[in-house]
């Protein structure tokens, strides 16, 4: 179990900017960070996204000071805070950590676990503290129970508690939400986001879901492979994916391979005109490319080259899996469709919302 000690202050903790200048990390030889630039500025909500293995833990265990940096700065407020010099302990860090598996101490209450880190209080502060805490994440009442007698979320609550208890200048989550189901995910972080946002507390999110970082965060650094992808809000990722996957986890688009020909994109399911693309460059004609199309923009009409796979209801909109050359497309409306699995389909790409991959 790792046990994360936070350091002892009577004063209240004010936001901080955090920036990573030209970071990498190695493990047995293998990059899993490749000269990461990124700054998060005082009080903002940043998550970090990408697929296992990406590098998004390591790059939380350096902010904590549980990795020494092999190569690059991390400055907090201009002022260095770590390099491959300088690696000051956890401890003598402004920072708070809440982790997957919560880290709780087992055999202390809710009320001890959130206390910890709080010893230079004493008495009547300690205690308004504590149930402060409590009451802010919606606890009060779980405050003599021992965590082996609460959920899953129940214990994730604890865990913020605690860390929000020493006011932190720095809040580090790592995949907090993951050991709660998704209607009790959903309002965690929702909760989770307005207390933040309260405290104004200055706060770096891992997670794999691309869903719980564009609810979560003020902007969102895209991982992969260990290279910063992409950094922007979710409007930007969403209208203006950069990288294959942005534009398939975050923007919703589904990758089609075509050719030009003329003013158009020809593809297995149809042609889509050239002028939907915003080409940045000019494409010779018969030149292959990789569209991504969004599913919600593109609609059916009954008869053509398409088939009709499967259908599925999904509460507010039909999702649709569309064949045609040993390809697949999915569509998606909000109408329930007139054809059925198997009928032959054309795809009308006339409104779609489409862009350039590669």
């Known amino acids: 179990m790792l046990i994360v000690t936070f350091p002892q202050r009577s004063y209240t903790a004010r936001p901080m ?44 265990r350096i902010i904590a000071g549980l990795e020494s940096i092999q190569q690059g700065r991390l400055t907090v407020d201009d002022t260095l805070l770590a390099d491959s010099q300088v690696n000051p ?12 598996d ?25 205690e308004h503290t504590i149930a402060l ?33 020493t006011q932190p200048n720095v809040l580090l989550l790592d995949e907090p939400f993951a050991s709660a189901d998704a209607p009790l995910r959903k ?33 969102i650094a895209v991982l992969v492979d260990g290279e910063l992808v992409q950094f922007g809000t979710p409007e930007e990722l969403w209208k203006r994916p ?17 050719r030009i020909e003329g003013n158009h994109c020809a593809t297995a399911f149809g042609q889509l005109p050239l002028r939907l693309l915003a080409l940045t460059q000019e494409h010779q004609d018969k030149t292959a490319i990789t569209i991504g199309v969004r599913a919600s923009s593109l609609s059916l009409s009954n008869g053509g080259p398409c088939m009709i796979e499967d259908i599925r ?46």
């Open 89 to 100: 302990p956890p401890e003598q860090r402004s920072v708070g950590l809440v982790f997957q």
């Open 187 to 219: 309002s965690l972080r929702e909760d989770a986001r307005r207390r933040l946002k309260i405290a104004n507390t200055t706060t770096l999110m891992v997670t794999h879901d691309p869903a719980e970082a564009m609810s979560m965060a003020d902007r």
């Open 17 to 60: 900017s955090i920036r990573f200048t030209d970071l990498s990390h190695h493990f047995d030889g293998n990059a899993v960070l490749n000269n990461i630039n990124l700054e998060i500025a005082s009080g903002e909500i940043v998550c970090v996204l990408g697929p296992s293995g990406s590098g998004k833990s390591t790059l939380l």
């Open 313 to 358: 209801f999904l509460g507010d909109r039909y999702t649709l899996r569309v064949s045609a050359e040993n390809q697949e497309l999915e569509i998606s409306n909000a109408l329930k469709p007139t054809a059925g699995v198997g009928d032959a389909v054309s795809v009308n790409f006339a409104s779609a919302e489409a862009m350039i991959l590669e």
């Open 102 to 126: 919560h880290v709780l101490f087992p055999h202390q209450t809710v009320a001890e676990n959130v206390a910890f880190g709080l010893s230079h209080m004493q008495g009547k502060e300690r």
């Open 242 to 258: 950069q990288h294959s996957f942005v534009a398939a986890t975050v923007a919703n688009l589904q990758s089609l391979k075509g």
């Open 133 to 165: 805490q409590l009451a802010n994440v919606g606890i009060s009442t779980l405050a003599d129970r021992y965590p082996h007698t609460l959920s899953g979320g129940q214990q994730q609550r604890v865990a913020l508690a605690r860390a929000l208890a």
